[in-house]
């Protein structure tokens, strides 16, 4: 059976987001997108709730992006590479390649997934990771902690009691951690 892993940038306080729904904070230094490449490139579906989603189709829909080079245009040929798969009541429909609407998160449709999957997913957005770590399906964090506050925004984690066994950490030089976690069950 493949790994659900959360990966997730944030401020040292956990949040994704600040106050006004701003994320340009966390772009992340070559050294980290580099990095980020390296844990990503083993994902081969990922998870998505519908504003994460809309915020990542620049990779495969806008040419800037799209047709980067260096580390950015690894990480948009990885995007573009992988399945996806959306969870929205609202949204009508996907603007990207390899892609399926799904209209609500079925933890069962997500263990088959799991379990069919040829390498690990990922789920991306704190909103849905609530959804997956409700019901044990998260198996591993990802966390990018950015040296700065934000004092308040989207948090990175659900307001639920997890155990975590510190399984890697990577120090860059902007000062960013990169913390990877086994999820206890």
């Known amino acids: 059976m493949s790994s659900?892993?959360?990966?997730?940038?944030?401020?040292?306080?956990?949040?994704?987001?600040?106050?006004?729904?701003?994320?340009?904070?966390?772009?992340?230094?070559?050294?980290?997108?580099?990095?980020?490449?390296?844990?990503?490139?083993?994902?081969?579906?990922?998870?998505?709730?519908?504003?994460?989603?809309?915020?990542?189709?620049?990779?495969?829909?806008?040419?800037e992006f799209a047709d980067a080079s260096g580390h950015e245009g690894d990480f948009a040929r990885w995007w573009q590479e992988t399945e996806k798969v959306v969870y929205s009541t609202t949204l009508t429909d996907v603007v990207t390649e390899r892609t399926r609407l799904e209209r609500s998160f079925d933890p069962e449709a997500v263990r088959r997934v799991k379990e069919e999957s040829p390498g690990p997913l990922s789920v991306f957005g704190p909103t849905l990771?609530?959804?997956?770590?409700?019901?044990?399906?998260?198996?591993?964090?990802?966390?990018?902690?950015?040296?700065?506050?934000?004092?308040?925004?989207?948090?990175?984690?659900?307001?639920t009691a997890l155990r975590l066994d510190l399984l890697d950490e990577r120090r860059f030089g902007d000062g960013s951690l990169y913390l990877r976690y086994a999820v206890e069950s």
Do not use: I
């Not at 044990?136 to 308040?152: I, Q, R, S, Y």
């Open 4 to 63: 659900l892993l959360y990966v997730v940038n944030c401020s040292l306080d956990g949040y994704v987001n600040d106050p006004d729904g701003n994320h340009d904070w966390g772009a992340p230094t070559p050294e980290v997108f580099a990095f980020l490449n390296d844990v990503e490139g083993r994902v081969t579906t990922q998870l998505y709730g519908r504003r994460t989603y809309e915020l990542m189709t620049v990779w495969e829909t806008d040419p």
């Open 129 to 159: 990771a609530a959804s997956a770590f409700e019901v044990g399906l998260v198996d591993e964090v990802h966390l990018f902690v950015k040296p700065l506050t934000l004092g308040g925004g989207l948090q990175a984690f659900p307001p």
